[in-house]
Each structure stands twice: as C-alpha cells, then as structure tokens.
C-alpha cells in the first residue's frame, strides 16, 4: 500500500520558517522523483520544488527560489522542504508528489498539509 503523509505545516508569521516533511512507504522511494506542489485557494496547484531520484538536481518555482530548499534522505524515504522568509503569498496547502524516474504514469499524492503565513 503506497503512502504519502506530510507534516510540519501550520501558522507561521511572516519571515518566519517551517519544514515541512512526506514520509513515504509501499513503494520504492530512490527510483521517484520527488516535488513538492501547493495549491491556494481559489487557485491551481502549482509546483513549488522537485528533486530527481538521487537527489542530484533540484529545480524551484521562481517565486520560492532563495527562500525554499527541497531535500531528500534515501535511508529513510522522506523528502523535505525547508521554507524561509516566509510571506502571506506562500499561504496554500502543499502536497508531496512522487513520480517514477522512467515511467511517469507511476505518480503518487499525499493528503496535504496547511501552511498559513500571517500575522
């Protein structure tokens, strides 16, 4: 049974961090791309960041780059999105994704995680 579960969301002030983490099981992890998306209300589900199989490249949207790190650990088959200087912007749930490295049809969600940024 394939699971995808997010924690570390919540309410953060402005400027402020929060790291999020999808730890994964069922499938296997070092053969996925990983990334993390986050959709706002009212609005589309965009790609924040993603991280290849081995964790050799990253790539980010431009709205997080500097502020955002994606990171992944093999061992323990979780990824990371560290955020920084945190703005109202980033309000949204974010969602982690997992996506086989040759087959792109092999893709997995997670449930979500609400991150708030306001004072």
């Known amino acids: 049974q394939v699971q995808l579960v997010e924690s570390g969301g919540g309410l953060v002030q402005p400027g402020g961090s929060l790291t999020l983490s999808c730890a994964t099981s069922g499938f296997t992890f070092n053969s996925y791309a990983m990334s993390w998306y986050r959709q706002a209300p009212g609005k589309e589900r965009e790609l924040v960041a993603a991280i290849t199989s081995a964790g050799d490249m990253t790539n980010y949207a431009d709205s997080v780059k500097g502020r955002f790190t994606i990171s992944r650990d093999n061992a323990k088959n979780t990824v990371y999105l560290q955020m920084n200087s945190l703005k109202p912007m980033d309000t949204a749930v974010y969602y982690c994704?997992?996506?086989?490295?040759?087959?792109?049809?092999?893709?997995?969600w997670g449930q979500g995680t609400q991150v708030t940024v306001s004072s």
């Open positions: 994704n997992a996506a086989h490295k040759v087959n792109r049809v092999l893709s997995y």
